[in-house]
C-alpha cells in the first residue's frame, strides 16, 4: 500500500512538474516576439488618399476649391524592429498602391451666375516605400503591446504604373509628369497581441509631386495648366511579427 501511495505521489509531482514547464513554454513562446532583440515581419492593408493641391491653374484662371473623393487603395510590406527595451527602429520596404479622384469648377467663383462646369483628375499612383521609424513600446507585458511610432519615408513613383486621367479638360492629350522621388513624414500607433499586430498611420508628403503638366501642341486657343500637389494618405494594417 505504501508503494502504491509513493508510485501514485511521484506521478501526480510529476504531472504537476510537466504541466508547470509546458506553461512556461507555452508563455514563453507567445511572449517571445516582445523579448527578442531583432524581430522580422511582414503585413498588408488599405489605405485612403487625399492630394493637398496648393495650386491649380486652368487658362490663366486660379481654381481655389477643390473637391477629394477618397478611394480605397492597398499595400504590402516587409520588415525588421531593431528592440532596445522599450525603443525601437522600424525599417520598412512596401509596395503602394495608392488612388484618389479631385473635382472642381473651371470657372471657379468668376462666374457665379453660369452653371458649373466640372473637371476631374483621377491618380492612381504605383509606389515603392521605405520607411525608417522610431517607435516607443508604451505597453509591453507578457502577449500584449502598444507602440507609437514616427520617422521619415522615402518614396519612388512608379511612372510607367501609373494611371493619371484628365476629364472635362480644354487640352487634348493631357498629360502629367510626376517627380518619381519624394519623401514623407509618418506617424502612428500599433497593437499587438503575441505575434499578431495592426497598426494605424497617417503621412503626408514633403514635397511636390507633380513635375509639370504638358499636351497637344496642335491644341489653340488655350494656355498652360499649372498643377502643384502633395499626396496624404490614412492607412491601416495587419500583420505577424517573428
Not at 14 to 40: E, M, Q
Not at 132 to 140: D, E, S
Request: proline share 4%.
Amino acid at each position: 500500500m505504501t508503494a502504491m501511495r509513493r508510485k501514485l505521489l511521484l506521478i501526480i509531482l510529476l504531472a504537476i512538474t510537466l504541466s508547470a514547464w509546458g506553461k512556461d513554454k507555452l508563455y514563453d513562446k507567445v511572449d517571445r516576439p516582445n523579448h527578442r532583440p531583432v524581430n522580422f515581419g511582414v503585413k498588408t492593408g488599405f489605405n485612403s488618399s487625399m492630394f493637398i493641391v496648393s495650386e491649380l491653374k486652368i487658362q490663366d484662371v486660379t481654381i481655389n476649391e477643390v473637391q477629394n473623393n477618397y478611394k480605397i487603395g492597398y499595400f504590402g510590406a516587409f520588415f525588421m524592429r531593431i528592440n532596445m527595451k522599450k525603443h525601437f527602429i522600424q525599417p520598412e520596404v512596401s509596395y503602394n498602391v495608392s488612388k484618389c479622384d479631385i473635382s472642381f469648377d473651371k470657372l471657379g467663383a468668376q462666374h457665379p451666375d453660369i452653371e458649373p462646369d466640372y473637371a476631374s483628375v483621377t491618380s492612381v499612383l504605383h509606389s515603392i516605400d521605405f520607411p525608417v521609424l522610431y517607435g516607443y513600446n508604451v505597453v509591453k507585458q507578457g502577449p500584449y503591446g502598444m507602440s507609437i511610432f514616427g520617422g521619415p519615408k522615402f518614396r519612388y513613383l512608379w511612372g510607367r504604373k501609373n494611371e493619371i486621367t484628365f476629364k472635362n479638360f480644354d487640352q487634348e492629350g493631357i498629360r502629367e509628369n510626376i517627380h518619381p522621388l519624394n519623401a514623407s513624414i509618418v506617424v502612428g500607433v500599433g497593437v499587438n497581441i503575441s505575434r499578431i499586430f495592426f497598426d494605424f498611420r497617417y503621412e503626408q508628403d514633403l514635397f511636390n509631386i507633380s513635375k509639370s503638366v504638358t499636351y497637344n501642341s496642335t491644341t489653340t486657343g488655350v494656355s498652360d495648366i499649372t498643377f502643384r500637389r502633395r499626396d496624404s494618405a490614412l492607412s491601416f494594417s495587419l500583420g505577424v511579427i517573428f
